[in-house]
């Protein structure tokens, strides 16, 4: 019984989103765009992000 449950709430925990991660400039960008369609206050607008140098060990990951 406890197995089952235990095996079964692994299961649940794996259901989301299925798609790649939001940078948090396009997650500004869509709170921005989603305030705008339900014409509530926009939040203030996102600055662009700045490109990071390349570190050594970038391709590792």
């Known amino acids: 019984m ?10 649940v925990t794996a259901c989301g989103r299925k798609a790649g991660l939001d940078t948090p400039y396009e997650a500004a960008v869509q709170a921005r765009k989603d305030a705008e369609r339900a014409k509530q206050p926009l939040p203030p607008e996102p600055e662009k992000p700045v490109r ?7 391709p590792l990951i």
């Open 52 to 58: 990071d140098k390349k570190f050594i060990l970038d």
């Open 2 to 11: 406890t197995l089952t449950l235990l095996a079964a709430l692994a299961s």
